[in-house]
């Protein structure tokens, strides 16, 4: 393999302009993802129209590709509905419901790691269910799963790369556009893998700092 | 023909876009190329072996020994970092048909200034596109196939996309929105014909450029095009 | 007064408490004693609705619990309860164990909750412990910061559930120490225990259990000279 | 949008026959990440090259995107070394290192999950180490992995997805390859979508009897 | 016999166990005491190098065992330990937990350990539990099984860690007789324990322990009657 950096130099920011995109929408995700997917974890258990809701929710955005659903989302709803948003909202309403159906199961599992004494402990003291599940529940759920949610962030920002195959000009896409312009492929294929390396590796990084400031043992 | 095979071809492709290779209803590669593609290994006395894989990714893999040819309905142009054999065919219709929504009333280069068009990265047409992005303040939208860029024009998001006239007129016959028109300009590249496609450097070129000589002047190459380009266009 | 009138409770259809009737006057100390699954703890939960009888009448005073759901909350609040495994908000150092239900429950301020609530450690010998988190804590320690976050409701009843059992004989002393400080306030006390010694020690009646029902309610130096039950002649000839 | 099956019924058999192709990409992955991810999950932890080594290799798999290994051990490896592997030997390869990555981390979290009290007894008892590990300490991580092993072998028959960017015909490459040839494109994608809906069910469904079969309490 | 000498450990730097020096007669039944945190079962796990000690020497009849860790497999066979909390392998039944080392370490058959498994569980009284799960069982139950495991092994010594603990009174008398059944088969048994009144009844010797020492080694009823060192009047006096 000859490598020959030459050709693509010229791209370099370009190329690494992508990162702010994928950045974009990874963060999109994580936001909408985590208020959604807090919502989601509390709700899918009850037994109401909102809880079959969710849980059908839920169950699609696992059983499907991603690709399938942004693809779906993206070209097939405008037909129906007649709205067209622009690939921004596509990814930022799809990558959310999709993280927000994984970050839910984690979350339960975070919620349901609580030994149940604490809330009867609180519930004997007469404090109200709302006062518990915010003030004695949630915040030891999080931090009982943090690492969990750091991968899920992790997968989040790599997943992100699928975006391409809706027209976003994110880190992947920026690839194919400058392997296809200057015919060097491996040269720009590998900034793009090094740049998604060290993204995560910060994103793990931060992971870690959190940690041990949510840490009270 | 020869009876003695001397090893086997790789040759890549990327079916979808008809007549050059599509699938058919048995699930077989079958189309233009695909039959050419045939005739050119036996020819060069060669087994074949088609790989069938996305468009944007066959120069790469040319390029990576995951194959030793391609026909994928290529538009021979120079810098493209491939070599191309010879033609093997011509139609004489330029490669640079504007496929947009009939509503739009466009008719000339002057209507396409300042819009969004959908390239297919590695097309000779994504070629083109980039020579006249500036001066049409065109902004581009890359996908990763024709089908979903036309929906996007039905969509709104893409105005137009610009391609071969035999694909162009396809879909036009599936929906009854879009129309065509040719653009013309003199940056883009006027060779228009499509070849095989070989790594840099190939030793093969030479070989098939004699097997498509040979299969021209016997009027295989003939009958192919009169089976695929005239009775599929109607 | 917390009258028990017919509590009957079942866990899917199966019956763990029965013919459930004593009454806890103001100011008493209770040992419920039995073997394991006798439905003593069972019991305990009944009396502040953690758990919610099947059947039958729960009064705090002249409030029957049933009917009054909507009390609830209140009723809680004035029955503080002891858990055998502590159940501290482990997140929480001590102080905020203790501040938590004084400003969530009796929206209280923060200065105001601080007050009561070190002074309701340094009550128990806690002082020099109020920013420790749970895990930092001996058993000891943990228990007392349970009791003292039960006291600081001002709560008229407190219910403990093995308060002892996860600790080992010098830190039960500790404990003793302050629950025989609790005997003189007026509280009423009810205490589920294995420990014979200790609830001879402390109660002034013992309640005895076996097999969902209560087998008697006596005096305690009566009840260990000569238990009227032939039950519990037995479970006191198994003690060591 | 309007939907007519119409053109593409003739192509059911062939766009069906994807799902081969996508199943046997995703148990090569799964039997092979099964069999590494216990191999790394064990040995992450030690302090020896070997450890050091497959720490090395999780960090890689887990920090960039799939896409980006597929293509650079595809197309990029056999120009340094030589090798030119088949589109499903690559596919095997990359999945199951990546999966046995992921694998890997569930394991190792199920092995420390097992309360080490059993671990003593057996060393009191004076079992070998190797019987601890195999006897004791594996049968009940796995099962109380369980959930998320099937988790991720969903995710592994998802995004096997990514191979039609080196070639293989699976169902999302089957999908452009109708919508070109029929020029319909929502109707194979909603049946691509739905043969990965049913994939996943059935596999979550086969987990959950698996999850029964294993049960001891 | 087996005999400690100058044994000394430490976890990262604080000494947990130093000046250890004691020596255990075959047949005799040893408990040893002392208030949490005093080093017990650390002791009583260095005894079968479950704790390697930092410093000293641990002799199994001639035989020392820093000195010849390849024995450590053998020895261990010979050192029946019963853990505070059961440890049971959870994923196997009663009948399977007992098996399982004769199969693997005596390399038994199948039909040779379940012959063993089934009359071992059968003098703990469990002949009608071989069939059940850990989860299955209740604690007194458990502890059977867990005892029932090492004698399967025919150790000639057995190690308990707080045996009773996690027991209630009436599953504590079960557990009682099984080690009172055992006092007479030679074996040596060294117990750690909380309740002092177990220690009372079961050992021949007490080993009182304080802060990483043993403070002294004592027969039991002498002990009780006149414990020799101030810390051990003390700790007595705590007790209910
Ligand atoms: N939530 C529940 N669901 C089903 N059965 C329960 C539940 N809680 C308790 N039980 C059953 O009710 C019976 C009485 O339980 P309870 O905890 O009141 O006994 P206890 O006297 O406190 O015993 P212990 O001394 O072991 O704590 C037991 O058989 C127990 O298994
Ligand atoms: N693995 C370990 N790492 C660090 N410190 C330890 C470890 N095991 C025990 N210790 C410390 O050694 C000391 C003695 O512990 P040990 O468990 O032997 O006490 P014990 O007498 O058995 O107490 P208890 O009655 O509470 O069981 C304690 O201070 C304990 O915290
Ligand atoms: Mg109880
Ligand atoms: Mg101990």
Known sequence: ?217 | TQTKSKGTLKVLTSSGYPPYEIVNEKGELDGFDIELGNLIAAEMGYEIEWVDMDFDGIIAALNADQGDMSLAGFNAAPDRGVDFSDAYYQDGESPYWVLTLASNDWSSADDVKGTTVGIQIGTVQAAAVDSIASEFELTKDARKDIGQMVQEIINGRIDWILIDKTVADQYIASYTQLTTFELQNQNFSDISYNAVALPLGSELTDEVNAAIATLKASGKIDELIAKWFTEEAE | MIKLVNVKKEFKGVTVLQNVNCTFENGKTYAIIGSSGAGKSTLLRCINYLEKPTEGEVWHDDIEMMTHQNQLHEIREKCGMVFQNFNLFAHMRALDNVMFALKKVKKLSDDEAKKIATQRLSDVGLAHRLQNYPHQLSGGEKQRVAIARALAMEPKVMLFDEPTSALDPEMTQEVLKVMKGLNHTGMTIIIVTHEINFAKEVADEIIYMDKSEILEITETKTFFATPKSTRAKEFLANMI
Not at chain 1, 2 to 26: C, D, H, R, S, W
Not at chain 1, 34 to 39: K, P, Q
Not at chain 1, 122 to 148: E, Y
């Open chain 1, 1 to 217: 393999m000859n490598i020959n950096y030459g050709p693509i130099l010229p791209f370099m920011e370009y190329l690494l302009k992508g990162t702010y995109v994928t950045l974009q929408i990874a963060a999109m995700a994580a936001i909408g993802g985590s208020t959604l997917g807090l919502f989601f974890g509390l709700s899918s258990r009850r037994r109401d129209p909102i809880g079959f809701l969710v849980r059908a929710v839920v169950d699609f955005f696992r059983g499907t590709p991603l690709v399938f659903q942004l693809m779906f989302f993206h070209l097939g709803l405008p037909q129906i509905t007649g709205w067209v948003p622009t690939i921004m909202t596509s990814a930022g309403i799809v990558f959310s419901l999709n993280s927000a159906c994984y970050l839910s199961e984690i979350l339960r599992a975070g919620i349901e790691s609580i030994d149940k004494g604490q809330s009867e402990a609180a519930i004997a003291l007469g404090v109200k269910k709302m006062d518990i599940t915010f003030s004695i529940i949630i915040p030891q759920a999080i931090r009982n799963v943090l690492p969990a949610i750091m991968n899920e962030f992790i997968t989040l920002v790599k997943e992100t790369s699928v975006v391409s195959m809706i027209g976003a000009a994110d880190l992947m896409r920026r690839q194919s556009i400058i392997s296809g312009t200057t015919f060097r492929y491996f040269e720009p294929l590998l900034v793009v893998g090094a740049v998604y390396y060290i993204l995560n590796k910060v994103l793990s990084s931060l992971g870690k700092v959190i940690e041990r400031k949510l840490r009270y043992d």
